[in-house]
Nanobody
């Protein structure tokens, strides 16, 4: 059973910083892309940032220059450093990863989410 567990959310004032972590565990051969998504109340889930196994990154325009995604392949962990936070960054943040589970087999998994609240 593959599992993703997020941590690091919380309440922060506008302009502050938070660092999210997401650790993968279970039975798999490797992890391909990992990423962070978020969902604000009444809105659809949206992409925040993704990172490939080789370290190539992609960001949404709304967080570019403020957020940084990274990963530690030895620890099967992905991070999201969030700086200059704004009230509009308030959302539940979800970790996502695609796992190689066998020959030509892969699975996509989501974490349960961690709340980030930015006060003005």
């Amino acid at each position: 059973q593959v599992q993703l567990v997020e941590s690091g959310g919380g309440l922060v004032q506008a302009g502050g910083s938070l660092r999210l972590s997401c650790a993968a565990s279970g039975r798999f051969f490797s992890i391909d892309d990992m990423g962070w998504y978020r969902q604000a109340p009444g809105k659809q889930r949206e992409l925040v940032a993704t990172i490939t196994s080789s370290g190539s990154t992609r960001y949404s325009d709304s967080v570019k220059g403020r957020f940084a995604i990274s990963r530690d392949n030895a620890k099967n962990t992905v991070y999201l450093q969030m700086n200059s936070l704004k009230p509009e960054d308030t959302a539940v943040y979800y970790c996502n990863a695609r796992f190689r589970t066998g020959f030509m087999a892969s699975q996509n998994h989501w974490g349960e989410g961690t709340q980030v609240t930015v006060s003005s």
